[in-house]
Structure formats: structure tokens, C-alpha cells
């Protein structure tokens, strides 16, 4: 679980700014919108959170940098080499942020302990890392990493929480990787959940979206097929059920690159509708509409986040969705009998009327904008204290009483030479 997320000079992020998904006091939907755990010193937390904003604003960045954070971790140590830059992209709109580093830091649970990681870089190097572990609500230092410009290299904290081969981590760390992804590589046992929660439990899908090639592959199974069946059913979409051709297996390196098969994923799956009398139609996947085959490629990794208790970020989450299926996604979340496992959703949206669905609880709605510098700022609707009942949230959204909101000049205007 997730419980806050920082970045700071990180593409259109200038300054720190926080992601957080710790329940604040109030009780509104307390019994649907958030998760347990069983950490000792540690707040209530969110089931999810929605992040609004206008084009341009930085909304997408913020998963990039959730994106790029995991990319670092999980590949810093072995698929780069010793010359390879970091590429990482600061804040460019001002000259000492060009030259200043890069900051991430995440707050998360693993099997009810808090952990606390971060680090900083450059082009050239780690700056800083750090990893905090409360096992019993008082801190305990795994990682403490610094670089000093005057030894030339990099400084390091006593660890003595940390067992193992201690030395001979730090000696193998290059200058462009982490040490967490390095001690776990030469097999420090201490530090592989941490390690494995990114990997196998941080899940993010950019604008790209997902290609659908997992959902397939899950349909092989036939406990996964019939769950897939019956959310593509409860969503109307006409589809009774899913078949892969007989005797064909999707590879897994389908599921890796479609590219290296003689022909794409979607050949190996057909989808199965009925006529007025029930006799049943086989359709290609392709010739499905566009948020049918959204909903499916969706439907997959979102049962499994579910299934498994993992966090799930998405970028633009209504794209080619109507409204009411947004909202109906979402909720699964939000349903303890569906999501009894802790799982958590976060995701961007232009979507609205989710604001007046009773979906949210206040403290899951964030706002992103940028301010004079250009920079993107994030906060939460609670800042604002709408009244809860009362206020009708998306009609102040929309009136621009929470920021967040574009501004459009005069186009006739605009277009004029």
C-alpha cells in the first residue's frame, strides 16, 4: 500500500510536491473508501485517489515520475552500465533547477511495515539514498547514502540495522545505480521485499495504455476467463464470453512484445456474442468498438490488482470510457467484498461527473495546476473545505473555485494576425 508519494524538479514539478493517501478525519464513506492494515504507529489509509487538472497542467507527470521511480529501482543495476547516463529530465523553465538534482521519495507498507525510500540523482549520479524501515513505529536505517564532492565519491551511514555483506554492496554500487537494486542483485535477503514491491506490486499504465496482450494471456486461465467474462457482461458491452482458438497458447513474449510473432496477439482471441435466439457468433477482437476493446485490455491487470492487493496508477482513466463505467471501475476498489486484499487505485481524469456520484470521499480528489512559475503544483480538494452534502463539488470545480481549470482566451481573438 501506498501512503504518500513526493517528487520534486522532475519535469514540469519544480518544487516538493505530495501525493498522499492517508484518510484525514472525516467519516464520509469511511466504511467503503479506505483500507486496513495492521501497521503499528501508522494512519488510516485511502483506497484511492483522483487527480484533476487541465491539459497541460502536469497531471501525467506525476505518474511518470511514480513510472520513472520504479523504472530505477528495478533496472538501475542491471541494464545500464558504468557509462550510461541517468535519464532523467529536470525542470527546465528555470536555470538552477537545470543544474540541481532530481528527488523521489514513496511511503509504502509491506506485509504491515512501514518503509520509507528515496533517493536523488542527476545525469551523472546518485546524490543521496535512503531507506527507513518502522517495524515497530520507531525508525530503523537500512540505507543511508550520500555523495561528497570532496572524497570524491560516495559517503555512508553506519547501516547497522542492515545484515549482511555490507561492504561489498556498497563497492559494487556504481555511481549511476541504486544501491537497493544492487544489494538485492548480489542477494541481500534483508532488502527483497522492498525490492519486490516495486517490481511486483507497483503497477503503472501511462498514456499508452495497455496493449491487451495480458488480458489474452489471463484468459487462458479459466478462473481469470469466467472473472473477465463477467465484468465484460456487467458492463453491457454484448459479450458473453471470451474463447482462445483451439490448441493455441499465447507465448509469454507476446505478452512482452507483439512484435516477435508472425502475427499480433489479437489473432488468438475471439469474443463471443448471441443473436435474438441465442445461437452464438464468433467476432474478431479487432472489430469490437474502441472501449470495448479498452474495457478488455483494462479488465485483466484490473482484476488481478485486485485479486493480489496491489497499487495500480493509470493515466487518463475515462479515455474512450463513458462516465458511468469510469465510475463503475472505480468502485471496485471501493467495494470490500471485491477488494478485500487492500488494493489501491490511482489514477488522472477530465471526468467530472464522477465529483457528483458519491464516489469520493473529499480527501481522495486532488487538483493539478500550474502556477506563475510555470510549475506544477498539486493539492487536495480538502483544502478548500467544501461543505459535505451541501456543496455541490463539480458545479465549484467547474466555476473555477478550486483552480485547476483552463484558461482560454478568446479563439476568434487568438486568431487573429
Not at 9 to 16: A, H, Q, V
Not at 140 to 160: A, N, P, V
Not at 263 to 287: A, C, M, N
Not at 396 to 408: K, S, V
Request: aromatic letters at 10%.
Amino acid at each position: 500500500m501506498i501512503i504518500e508519494f513526493s517528487v520534486e524538479n522532475f519535469l514540469s514539478i519544480r518544487d516538493k510536491v505530495t501525493l498522499s493517501l492517508v484518510k484525514s478525519t472525516g467519516s464520509e464513506l469511511e466504511e467503503t473508501n479506505t483500507v486496513g492494515h495492521n501497521a503499528p504507529s501508522t494512519p488510516n489509509l485511502l483506497a484511492s485517489a483522483a487527480i484533476y487538472g487541465a491539459n497541460g497542467a502536469g497531471k501525467t507527470n506525476i505518474v511518470k515520475a511514480i513510472q520513472w521511480m520504479r523504472k530505477l529501482v528495478c533496472g538501475s543495476a542491471s541494464d545500464s552500465r558504468a557509462s550510461d547516463p541517468i535519464p532523467i529530465v529536470p525542470f527546465q523553465l528555470d536555470d538552477k533547477s537545470r543544474s540541481l538534482p532530481t528527488e523521489f521519495e514513496v511511503v509504502f507498507l509491506v506485509d504491515d511495515v512501514r518503509y520509507q525510500y528515496g533517493f536523488s540523482v542527476t545525469t551523472e549520479r546518485v546524490f543521496e539514498e535512503w531507506l527507513f524501515a518502522y517495524p515497530k513505529g520507531r525508525p530503523r536505517r537500512l540505507i543511508e547514502r550520500s555523495y561528497s564532492e570532496e572524497q570524491g565519491g560516495d559517503t555512508w551511514g553506519t547501516m547497522d540495522k542492515l545484515e549482511g555483506q555490507k561492504q561489498v554492496w556498497q563497492e559494487a554500487t556504481r555511481n549511476n545505480a541504486l544501491f537497493l537494486s544492487t544489494a538485492v542483485q548480489l542477494n541481500c535477503a534483508q532488502l527483497r521485499p522492498i525490492y519486490d514491491w516495486f517490481y511486483n506490486h507497483l503497477h503503472i499504465v501511462g498514456l499508452q495504455g495497455w496493449t491487451g496482450m495480458f488480458s489474452a494471456k489471463q484468459c487462458e486461465d479459466e478462473h481469470f476467463r469466467k472473472r473477465i467474462e463477467r465484468l465484460l457482461r456487467v458492463a453491457d458491452t454484448g459479450i458473453e464470453g471470451i474463447e482462445i482458438e483451439q490448441g493455441e497458447t499465447i507465448p509469454w513474449d507476446a505478452v512482452i512484445s507483439a512484435a516477435s510473432l508472425n502475427r499480433s496477439w489479437e489473432g488468438y482471441l475471439k469474443t463471443i456474442h448471441h443473436t435474438d435466439t441465442g445461437r452464438p457468433v464468433k467476432f474478431e477482437f479487432k472489430d469490437e468498438s474502441d472501449g470495448t476493446q479498452k474495457l478488455f485490455t483494462m479488465a485483466g491487470p484490473w482484476l488481478k490488482v485486485l485479486e493480489t492487493g496491489d497499487v495500480l496508477v493509470v493515466d487518463e482513466l475515462n479515455d474512450n470510457l463513458h462516465s458511468h463505467m469510469v465510475g463503475f471501475l472505480v468502485q471496485l476498489f471501493h467495494n470490500k467484498r471485491v477488494n478485500n486484499k487492500g488494493a489501491q487505485l490511482i489514477f488522472t481524469t477530465h471526468d467530472t461527473s464522477l465529483l457528483n456520484q458519491e464516489v469520493f470521499r473529499r480527501d481522495q480528489i486532488w487538483l493539478c495546476e500550474k502556477d506563475e512559475t510555470k510549475s506544477s503544483t498539486f493539492y487536495s480538494l480538502t483544502d478548500f473545505s467544501p461543505r459535505k452534502g451541501v456543496e455541490n463539488i463539480e458545479r465549484g470545480y467547474l466555476a473555477g473555485r478550486y483552480g485547476a481549470l483552463p484558461y482560454i482566451q478568446d479563439l476568434a481573438e487568438a486568431l487573429v494576425e
